[in-house]
């Protein structure tokens, strides 16, 4: 199976991503996502809800939880939520005798005062300066420790993990709708062909799985690219609303206050950054007509997530 999520190492040596998050109250990481790599979250303050492959985990203030490879998941908050994460590459996990896809990490938060203590260390290695001696060789090793701290005491041997027909399935309607996030013909009943489920079954399990309605993700997709674009003034307001899949200035507006509380126009003058690096990772396409006819896409995506 593709990884839809493919992680980039700036430090070859160092092939993790260890960074601070903050979420505000009830927002969401950026939608569920999966990836071969484990995923450790170690919580510093405020609450939510993690969810890995269907499950609901809440998690609260000192909480840690490890997130099996290739697992979908998102975070979403009750409160101000902040908190560290790790991500660390499976080849280094193998060439040092972690077989990531013949571990299965609990699916539930829980303490750990030796687990608190080597993320405390970690922070503070990861704040000298890059080219203090032995940052690397710390770094790497505390990774390491956590790793045999957390799978000695929070995981069991498994066989290889196999995935469900229906996951799969909804790991493939993600791909697709990010793919076709900038068309405003993308409906239920297209995904639902590209995936070959029912609608409603389909519809039912989307929920039980992702936490949101099929309906409110694409929402939700289309307004965090539409926030990226808006921070760069020198895009239109109408340019921008087409390039994220709405059909009308109006329906744009509208769906973005209930997704973000305010209407673009005023995120764009709270949050303005002239030629920001977030709009240029959220480029325009080509308008109108971006996305190309519906058997296009369809076979676009299936080459891309199938081949």
Known sequence: MSTYETHIWKNPQLPFIFQQMHLGVHQNFSGANWHENIELLYITSGSGTVWSDGAQIPVRANDLIA???NCLHDISTDRDLHYYYLVVDRSFCLSNH???????FDTVAFHDAELAALFGKLILEYQTAEDSLFRTQAIRALVLSILVRICRTHSHP???????HLLSCIKQAIGFIRSNIDSPDLSLDEITEFVGLSKYYFAHKFKQITGYTCVHYINMLRCEKAKALLSDHRLELGRIGQSCGFNSQSYFTRTFHAYTGCSPNTYRQNNAVSGSAAAQSAALPAVPGAAGDKHARLCRVRKATRG
């Open 158 to 164: 498994t066989d290889e993990k196999e995935e469900t």
């Open 67 to 69: 997130l099996n490879s």
């Open 98 to 104: 972690f077989d990531t896809n013949r571990l299965l």
